[in-house]
Nanobody
Framework: QVQLVESGGGLVQAGGSLRLSCAASETISSMNIMGWYRQAPGKERELVAVMAVRSGGATTYGNSVKGRSTISRDNAKNTVYLQMNSLKPEDTAIYYC?????????WGQGIQVTVSS
């Protein structure tokens, strides 16, 4: 399995911004899809943003973050980022990094993001 380590979470006020990072233990160019999901208390895990790493970098965003978030990558650092702007209290959740290809479907341990009103 690919090891994924998230960082950059924390407490932020509504309207603020955060950048989450996901560092992979192996080259991300070997992945088909990398991205972010989140899970709020009492809710199911939902898509935040994913990138088709080996298909030109096409991106897909969840409806709840569309227009406020940007997923990007740095191949040299084997890292995927999630920039989130105009944060809302409803963005409060544990954010998980995911990487998958035909051999792996790996998840990070998750990182807490809390948005105060």
């Amino acid at each position: 399995q690919v090891q994924l380590v998230e960082s950059g979470g924390g407490l932020v006020q509504a309207g603020g911004s955060l950048r989450l990072s996901c560092a992979a233990s192996e080259t991300i160019s070997s992945m088909n899809i990398m991205g972010w999901y989140r899970q709020a208390p009492g809710k199911e895990r939902e898509l935040v943003a994913v990138m088709a790493v080996r298909s030109g970098g096409a991106t897909t965003y969840g409806n709840s973050v569309k227009g406020r978030s940007t997923i990007s990558r740095d191949n040299a650092k084997n890292t995927v980022y999630l920039q989130m702007n105009s944060l809302k209290p409803e963005d409060t959740a544990i954010y998980y990094c995911n990487a998958r290809n035909s051999l792996h479907n790996s998840w990070g341990q998750g990182i807490q993001v809390t948005v105060s009103s």
